[in-house]
Structure formats: structure tokens, C-alpha cells
């Protein structure tokens, strides 16, 4: 049933051994997740078959979103339960199996004497040890000095801030994942550890060849300094981009976190992309029924950022308070949309998200210096005249803005103009006319879209007044009051993919 009037910012959660249960997941959903994301760096596929099955039981209309491990390079056994690193001893990193000490560590990086160089930095275990290459002592071993001391215990995660990998960052492993997923009925891929937009591009060519006919949302997840560097590139390829602030934090100076996730979510704005911004929002709730003030703010100011959606890991996954967790940043979301200062997307003294755009004011973004993100110069948005499609959503996003009691009514075979609309962050509810639940699940990450499903949508001799009739009926039998105006957006002939041609304001409930 169609909720036009509730939270407009998404929520993914994470399924894991606290929330695997049908029950659970019911709750979940009920208290406001619309992406159930399954991360495939922690289980087997008759884990993941039997939980896809149980999210279907549950609800048709919500997402599934797979989480691919990507390439994760690690350190190996040890000769003990744990190491003592000694800031300023030397110790020596190899490719060569063997049981690592505290004079020698093992990398399962084939490539790591010809990747890594001189003055390259290491870290292990989310950076809580870092080392600098020295030198190369021969083809399987490198010299390292430790800059920060600490424990280190065995098969922990590495990363490369400033080397260039030649490791692929879809892996074997992945693409496996990714038949699974295409066969099981996911409806979004995340690709972990992305450096360029060749990464994205290779699984959409991956997923059209073995499945034409099914469609899926591409998620990038930046969490590499590379990312960033190539970010223009990767948010054209996209379909949606990931702030992922995890490995980001580890490559990044973590005081630099906040300007990339504006950096981030301002780029995925400016190529209307839906965003999620991810990690430790509530991480306190792993353990604690109430949140920090620190974790609220972190999250309304990624809204006020120009965020699509805000993601759950751990905390729904392994937390004490899965279904509390939820409900928590639910009533987050809802608080701050309330807000004065929030005017239809976060940006305070504009109707909307186009009209941030025109002005690049207000907040989120617009309190800073636009050269001081170093993005302005590569990314390069150009309006084409003939990008009808593009011209009409900014125009609904605007028109929306002028009327009282008015929502934005979509017509969309695959989803694309309620995206486009979407993307200008309009201050009214966006009701996406789809024909099918697939296309419904595939805007979920979209912020303020709902959905109503019309099968012969694709009809080219169905009439305009047969949808308006639909959504009325729709939005009276949810129980809610029906708006006054619609502003409805299509093409005609209605249905046709890429025809979106028209603008028109309706009377939908106005005496």
C-alpha cells in the first residue's frame, strides 16, 4: 500500500544473524527499511538463497541489495594468537607463504613487490597499524618500517593508500556472486573497492550478456582515494554511488571523511544519481537502545548533505536492537525533513533541489567554498537541448514547488524520470507510475519516490485519465487525504521508454 506522506530519505538495513528471521525482517520493513542489503563478505549462498526467500515471503515491494566483497587483501596465520608491533623495528612483508612473526608478515598479494613502493604506506587492520615501505629486498619481500605500534592477529585486512593495484576490483568470486544474485532476484549489485568507471561498466556488460532481459541497479561504492580521484567518471557510470565510509577512513585522513562525503554526495547530485551514505550511523546501538547526539547529528547532516538514502550494517546485523535501530533512524529522517531549514531536499531558503542547483546556495554543500572541493573543474554537466527528459523533471520539481497540497506523478516504464525527478530533491511526495514490481524495487534508493504498480502501463492506447483515476484510488485506499494537484509528467505515446515529453497540472481531489 502506497504511503505518499511518510519519510522521503531511504533506509537500507543489513541482514545478519540478529535480523535473519522472518519476524525480524517484518519489523525491519514495518519501522521503515526499504533496501535489505546483503553483505556477501560474511556467509555461504544457502545462507543468502534462504534469506532472499524469506525477504520475498515477507514483501514483494522491498529491495534487495547484494553487497559484493571485491578484492579484500589480507595478512595470514600467525605462530601465536598475537603479535606486539614495536613502533620504529623493521619488519619484512612477503608474498611467499609462511606463518608470520614479529620479524616477517605474510600478504596474499601476488603482486605486492611489484604494486607496493618505496615510501608507499601500509595499513593493517583498518589502519590501527601502519607501516612505510623502505626498500624492495628481492622479488617476494619488502623491508617496512612501523610507524604506529600495535596487535596484530591473524588473517586481518590491508590496504594501499597511495599504490596503484593491478589486482582486478571485480573479482572471480564476485562475478559468481553476481549469477547468483541475477538468478535469486536481487534488484541492486554494490561493487566494492571501484578505482575507475571500467569497474562498473564491466558488470553491466557482465549482467546484459548472461541476463538481457532483467534490469539492475549498479551501485559504486567509493572507499578508495582512487575512487575519488575518478569520481566523475564512476558517478557517469553508476547508476547510484555509495559514501562508504569505512575503508574511505582508512585511506583517507579520517578528519578529511566529512568534505569527501560532501564531495561524494554533491557529485551523485550533480549527476543525478541516488546516493547512501554508509557507516557507523548508529553504531552505538550495536550495544545501547538509544543512539549518541553525535550519531543524529551525523545523520541529519548527510540529508541536509543531499543524501538519497542512509544505510544500517552491523547495527541491524549483529546489533542488540535490530528492528529499535531502524525505528531510531526513521525517526530521525522524519525529524529532520520537518525542519524549517530543510526545503525540499536540505537546502534552506530554496523550493528545491533545482534551485539549489541554479544559485548553489543554501546549506549542505553551499556553506563552502564550491572550488574547495576540486571537483568543479573535471565534473562538467552540459545540458543538451535535446534532453527533453532532463528539461521536464526540472520544470515538475519547480512547478511542484509553486502549488499548495501537490504531489509529482511520474509515468515510467523503466524508472528513469522518476530518477531524473528524484534527483532535484522536490519538496513534495513523487508517485512513480511502473509497470511492474521489479521497476517499483529498482527506485527504492530514490529519495521521496513511491510506488504504484499499473501492468498495462505499456498499453499505447491507455489514457491519461485511467492513471490519475488509479493514483486517487491509490492514495484514498492508503488512507491518506488526497492532494488537491498532481503534477503528472509523461510521453506520449504513455509507456514508451524515453518519450517523457509533457508537463501537466491536474485538479486530482480540488473542489
Known amino acids: 500500500m502506497i504511503n505518499i506522506y511518510g519519510k522521503k530519505v531511504k533506509i537500507v538495513a543489513t541482514l545478519g544473524p540478529a535480523s ?37 515471503s515477507v514483501s514483494e515491494n522491498t529491495a534487495i541489495l547484494i553487497d559484493l566483497p571485491g578484492p579484500k587483501i589480507r595478512t595470514g596465520k600467525l605462530n601465536k594468537d598475537s603479535i606486539n608491533l614495536q613502533k620504529g623495528n623493521a619488519i619484512i612483508l612477503t608474498n611467499k607463504y609462511t606463518v608470520s612473526d614479529e620479524r616477517k608478515i605474510y600478504i596474499d598479494y601476488p603482486y605486492l613487490c611489484d604494486d607496493i613502493k618505496p615510501k608507499n604506506l601500509v595499513y593493517i587492520d583498518d589502519g590501527k597499524i601502519k607501516l612505510k615501505i623502505v626498500k ?9 618500517e612501523i610507524l604506529t605500534k600495535g596487535v596484530l592477529k591473524a588473517e586481518k585486512g590491508i590496504n594501499f593508500p597511495d599504490s596503484k593495484l593491478s589486482i582486478p576490483s571485480v573479482t ?35 549482467l546484459k550478456d548472461e541476463y538481457p532481459s532483467k534490469k539492475f541497479l549498479i551501485v559504486a561504492k567509493i572507499e578508495k582515494m582512487e575512487a575519488v580521484k575518478n569520481i566523475d567518471k564512476i558517478a557517469a557510470a553508476a547508476d547510484a554511488l555509495m559514501v562508504a565510509r569505512g575503508d574511505l577512513g582508512v585511506e583517507a585522513p579520517i578528519e578529511n571523511i566529512p568534505i569527501e562525503q560532501k564531495r561524494i554526495i554533491y557529485v551523485a547530485n550533480l549527476y543525478k544519481k541516488p546516493v547512501i551514505t554508509a557507516t557507523q550511523m548508529l ?13 543524529v547529528t551525523d545523520i541529519s547532516n548527510a540529508i541536509f548533505d543531499g543524501t538519497d538514502a542512509v544505510m544500517l550494517s552491523e547495527e541491524t546485523a549483529i546489533g542488540k536492537y535490530p528492528d529499535e535501530t531502524v525505528a531510531y533512524m526513521s525517526k530521525i529522517i522524519k525529524a529532520t525533513e520537518k525542519s524549517r531549514m530543510f526545503s525540499g531536499g536540505g537546502y534552506s531558503g530554496y523550493k528545491s533541489r533545482a534551485s539549489y542547483l541554479r544559485h548553489d546556495g543554501g546549506i549542505g554543500i553551499g556553506y563552502l567554498e564550491r572550488r574547495s572541493i576540486e571537483c568543479d573543474d573535471k565534473v562538467k554537466i552540459k545540458k543538451n537541448a535535446d534532453d527533453i527528459s532532463d528539461i521536464i523533471a526540472e520544470t515538475a520539481s519547480t512547478a511542484s514547488g509553486l502549488l499548495d497540497n501537490c504531489i509529482i506523478a511520474a509515468i515510467t516504464r523503466s524508472g528513469y524520470t522518476a530518477n531524473l525527478i528524484s534527483s532535484f530533491k522536490p519538496p513534495v511526495p513523487i508517485v512513480a507510475v511502473v509497470p511492474d514490481d521489479s521497476a517499483k524495487r529498482r527506485l527504492s534508493l530514490n529519495y521521496g519516490v513511491s510506488c504504484i504498480t499499473m501492468k498495462n502501463i505499456t498499453d499505447k492506447n491507455i489514457d491519461l485519465q485511467d492513471v490519475i483515476d488509479l ?29 517523457t515529453d509533457f508537463v501537466k497540472i491536474v485538479k486530482l481531489c480540488a473542489d
Open 172 to 206: 572471480e568470486n564476485d562475478k559468481k556472486f553476481l549469477k547468483f544474485g541475477a538468478e535469486y532476484g536481487a534488484d541492486m549489485f554494490a561493487i566494492s573497492f571501484v578505482r575507475s568507471s571500467e569497474d562498473i561498466t564491466s558488470v553491466k556488460k557482465l
Open 283 to 295: 553504531l552505538s546501538m550495536v550495544e545501547n537502545e538509544t543512539p549518541t547526539r553525535a550519531e
Open 20 to 56: 535473519d528471521g522472518k519476524k525480524m525482517i517484518e519489523k525491519l520493513i514495518k519501522n521503515g527499511a526499504d533496501v535489505i542489503r546483503l553483505n556477501f563478505s560474511h556467509g555461504d549462498e544457502n545462507y543468502f538463497a534462504e534469506a532472499i526467500k524469506k525477504i520475498r
Open 471 to 499: 493514483i486517487k484510488n491509490e492514495i484514498k485506499k492508503s488512507g491518506h487525504k488526497c492532494p488537491d494537484y498532481a503534477v503528472i509528467t509523461g510521453g506520449v505515446p504513455i509507456g514508451e521508454p524515453g518519450s
Open 136 to 144: 624492495k629486498l628481492n622479488l617476494n619481500e619488502l623491508e617496512a
